[in-house]
């Protein structure tokens, strides 16, 4: 039988991030030579072994918590020494801390015995500097022979990255087969009641990365938050911890700040989740929308080549140092990919709602051009086939089959659960489309460059093209299909994509009332979250990465179009499936998990590779915090609109520190779900919607014409 070579799993692993570096071991606190474990730099694995002992001996962990944004620390015994009893008298506690040149883990190890304590304490380590795609394959990578270049130092280089690890007070070991996993070596001698620290480092040096460490602390604060829901407050604290982990600055310009997209396999550029994770975090300022904005608009294309999907005017998909190849799943990608349908699109949107939310118009003009290059990527190669809709195919045969967000293989499947065939022209796509549309026109118009009516048109052609393309009869009653196969069929199965359509201006009134009726359906809505493909399609199951288990950043997306059209009902549904499963995982949610009933476990079930942190799903907290305030601001009209989802479902909110037009403002929600704005800038005018905020999404009135 040949050897299979899986994915290694993720879900038990306790992690730290401070991008472009992370750390993944068990919760013991080991690194150990297995699947994912080890410290990662860059795309590169540069240590893949850290185990310790005392005497030979494992400790027993007895528990593990993150210490600050990077940091973590492991609590261990070693029962054998000490007093003889019960109770425990020596504990170690391993802190492991990154920074922003590498790695430092301190041990600290205490005795409460009223003898003294002898022991030798060592680090066993191991380098492979194997490529994240290998390990991502499942593929073990040998060890690399160490080099000593003074007591208690060693190191590890190829190809200009060198890997270097000291530890003061420590002897080494790296004789005959310790050259492959060196040993760091501690004599401890305790009195009474005594303790001790000992330390190493690694630091890493990688001329060769293609993203860079940010040089400051964040632009935003964590907001001052209250919530009858003290889940809230604890999602948002964890989620900004992790997303201070993920800033990631481009080499060329490093004051250009980004968010990663998730630790371990996607610690670098990636235009969509780069670009969603953005737009989710407005309340806080604007500054990472514009970081995000330059760097993408910097690597935008510029001509057409087919081996990397470039087109002129096209945003990026993916940025790596070298070329991603992954054998088991055909795919190679060259190191800079623009295999993504979306992107694009959503670098116009962000533009314009980061615009909406103050970004001055000075720092909007020099990106100008970029809209008016994305644009005419729009218009002049978005519809390869000219039948008025976007679609997406790989030419190559070894890039990404399925180019919008639910990228994987088997995405795209019929009601029947059979498979589309691309070209393929996805249905949020064409949402996304439409509102790229208007909102470029309405920046077009603002800044007197010329176009905007042409794309109000063109937005009008669409919506018709879609209206008469997409919607078909499910089982429960009209809804649009995900997608649009090779003939022009439509992939007839009922998924979370047609979430995205809203307020995209894509559907009217009476579409969008059917969208949200069927989004509140238990077929979508009855996991912790929203699934991404309905239990009545033949293609669904819980644990399929994009046929039915549910995606934070997905349910955020769509949790806040239906709070921002009003449909209150479907939306709370969504937050509270998001608030409990943020406790079920430590309020770290998770890129993914299982699409399983609610009442099967009481707790949602992990996917087992998913990315933890992941940058939209951290994001997505701060999107919630959102959808509770319901403050949309639109600085140059000079109009605020506040609409809550706070209230008698949510509870009673009260924030201080988000951001409009770069003043602090505060927004308080009552338990009845009244709203007060202060702190507003000058100039602003608030609306507020009148309580209850709820259009009807009943299966009476929420019918397509």
Not at 567 to 572: D, N, R, T, V, W
Request: include cysteine.
């Amino acid at each position: 039988m040949t050897a299979r070579h899986l994915q290694p799993l993720l879900h038990h692993l306790a992690g730290v991030v401070l991008a472009p570096t992370s750390a993944l071991g068990d919760t013991a606190g080991q690194i150990r030579p297995l699947g994912v474990q080890g410290v990662f730099h860059a795309d590169t694995r540069v240590l893949s072994r850290a185990e310790l002992r005392v005497d030979e001996r494992e400790p027993e962990t007895i528990g593990h918590a993150p210490v600050g944004a990077h940091a973590a620390r492991f609590v261990a015994l070693a029962r054998w020494l000490g007093d003889p009893g019960a109770d425990p008298t020596v504990r170690l506690d391993r802190t492991r801390r990154l920074d922003r040149h590498g790695l430092t883990e301190e041990i600290r190890v205490v005795s409460t015995a009223d003898a003294p304590v002898r022991a030798t304490v060592t680090v066993d380590l191991g380098c492979d500097l194997a490529p994240i795609e290998r390990v991502k394959t499942g593929f073990a990578s040998p060890p690399m022979p160490a080099r000593a270049s003074a007591p208690g130092r060693l190191s590890w280089a190829v190809d200009g990255t060198t890997v270097t690890v000291t530890a003061e007070g420590a002897e080494l070991d790296i004789a005959g087969d310790r050259v492959t996993a060196p040993r760091l070596s501690w004599p401890v001698a305790l009195d009474a009641r005594g303790s001790v620290t000992l330390r190493w480092r690694l630091d890493v040096t990688d001329p060769r990365a293609v993203v860079a460490y940010p040089p400051a602390e964040p632009t935003w604060s964590p907001p001052a938050l209250r919530a009858d829901d003290r889940r809230l407050g604890r999602l948002l604290g964890r989620a900004l911890d992790d997303l201070h982990g993920l800033r990631l600055a481009d080499p060329q310009a490093p004051g250009d700040v980004f968010l990663a997209a998730g630790v371990p396999w996607f610690l670098t550029l990636f235009g969509r989740d780069s670009l969603w994770a953005a737009r989710m975090m407005l309340p806080l300022g604007t500054d990472l929308a514009l970081g995000t904005l330059r760097v993408l608009a910097r690597r935008q294309g510029r001509h057409t080549d087919p081996a990397t999907g470039e087109q002129p005017g096209k945003i990026l998909h993916e940025l790596r140092r070298a070329e991603f190849d992954l054998p088991d799943e055909g795919l190679r990608l060259p190191p800079a990919y623009y295999g993504t349908v979306d992107a694009t699109m959503l670098w116009i949107n962000l533009l314009h709602d980061a615009w909406r939310w103050g970004l001055p118009a000075a720092r909007i003009a020099p990106l100008l051009p970029h809209l008016d290059a994305a644009l005419g990527w729009l218009r002049e190669h978005a519809d390869a086939d000219g039948d008025g809709l976007i679609e997406y195919v790989d030419t190559t045969g070894h890039g990404l089959s399925n180019q919008g967000w639910k990228d994987s293989g088997d995405a795209v499947r019929f009601r029947d659960g059979s498979l589309a065939t691309g070209p393929i022209a996805l249905a949020e796509v064409q949402g996304y489309a439409h509102e790229a549309a208007i909102n470029g026109a309405a920046l077009l118009d603002a800044f007197g460059r010329p176009g905007a009516d042409r794309w109000h048109e063109w937005a009008g052609r669409l919506a018709a093209r879609f209206r008469a393309a997409f919607w078909v009869d499910g089982p429960y009653g009209p809804q649009p299909a995900l997608a649009l196969d090779r003939d022009k069929r439509p992939v007839d199965s009922l998924t979370s994509n047609i979430g995205h359509l809203l307020g995209t201006g894509l559907l009217d009134a009476d579409e969008q009332a059917q969208v949200a009726r069927l989004l509140g359906t238990d077929a979508l809505s009855g996991a912790f979250g929203l699934r991404t493909m309905s239990t009545l399609d033949a293609g669904f199951s819980p644990l399929s990465y994009h046929c039915g288990s549910v995606w934070t950043h997905d349910t955020a997306i769509v949790l806040a179009g239906l709070a921002r059209a009003g449909f209150h009902e479907p939306a709370l549904r969504l937050a509270d499936g998001l608030l409990a499963a943020a406790e079920a995982f430590d309020y770290q949610l998770p890129e993914l998990h299982g699409g399983d009933d609610r009442a099967a476990l009481g707790r949602p079930v992990p996917y087992p590779a998913a990315c933890r942190p992941q940058a939209w799903s951290a994001a997505s907290a701060v999107s919630l915090l959102h959808a509770a305030t319901g403050i949309y601001p639109d600085v140059p009209a000079g109009a605020v609109r506040v609409d809550p989802l706070a209230g008698p479902r949510l509870g009673a909110v009260s924030v201080i520190g988000l951001r409009v037009a770069g003043a602090e403002v505060g927004v308080s929600v009552d338990g009845a779900g009244r709203a007060a704005v202060s702190e507003l800038p000058a100039g602003l005018t608030v609306t507020m919607t009148a309580i209850p905020s709820q259009r009807s999404s009943s299966p009476e009135t929420a019918s397509r014409r």
